[in-house]
C-alpha cells in the first residue's frame, strides 16, 4: 500500500481546511445602538462607511470599516468606530473612542463616555431602493493623535 507523501499531504489537508477560514465580508452600513444613561433612552440607527453622524448634539461617530461574518460560519459583524465629543463652549474636539467593536462582544472594547454608550448590533450591505435622508455632519475628527488623548 502506497501513503501520500508529507507535502501533498500537507496540501490536501491545507485545501480541505481553507474553507473553514473564510474572511469576514466589507460592508457599506453599520448597524449602531445608543444608550442615553440620563434618560435610558435607547435608539438604533445605521452609519454609512465614512459618513459622520451627530449624536446627543455633542458626539460625532464615524465608522471606517464594517465587516460581516459569511453566513456559513459563527455570526459576527465588526466595525472600526471613531467616537469624538465636541462641547458647546469648547473650540476643539476631544476623543471618546477610537477602534474595533465587535457585535458579539460589546464589553470587549467599549466605549467609555459618562452619558452615553455606543455599540455595534451588525453590519449590511446599502440598498438601492434605500431613500432615507439621515442627518450627516461636516464636523472634522479631532487633529491630535488618539494615543497622546488616552495618555493624558
Not at 13 to 35: G, K, N, Q, T, Y
Not at 98 to 108: K, N, R, T, V
Request: hydrophobic share 45%; net charge negative.
Amino acid at each position: 500500500m502506497k501513503f501520500l507523501s508529507p507535502i501533498t499531504a500537507f496540501f490536501l489537508i491545507l485545501l480541505i481546511a481553507l474553507p473553514a477560514f473564510a474572511e469576514m465580508e466589507e460592508m457599506d452600513i453599520a448597524v449602531l445602538r445608543s444608550l442615553d444613561k440620563v434618560s435610558a433612552r435607547s435608539s438604533s440607527f445605521e452609519v454609512p462607511i465614512d459618513k459622520t453622524v451627530s449624536f446627543g448634539g455633542t458626539l460625532f461617530i464615524r465608522v471606517k470599516a464594517c465587516r460581516k461574518a459569511p453566513p456559513i460560519e459563527e455570526p459576527e459583524s465588526a466595525a472600526f468606530v471613531q467616537i469624538w465629543e465636541k462641547k458647546l463652549n469648547q473650540k476643539s474636539s476631544n476623543w471618546v473612542f477610537s477602534g474595533w467593536m465587535f457585535a458579539s462582544s460589546p464589553g470587549l472594547s467599549a466605549m467609555d463616555h459618562p452619558v452615553y454608550d455606543v455599540w455595534v448590533l451588525d453590519c449590511k450591505k446599502s440598498s438601492v431602493t434605500e431613500s432615507s435622508e439621515a442627518p450627516f455632519s461636516e464636523e472634522d475628527a479631532p487633529e491630535e493623535d488618539m494615543e497622546k488623548e488616552q495618555s493624558r
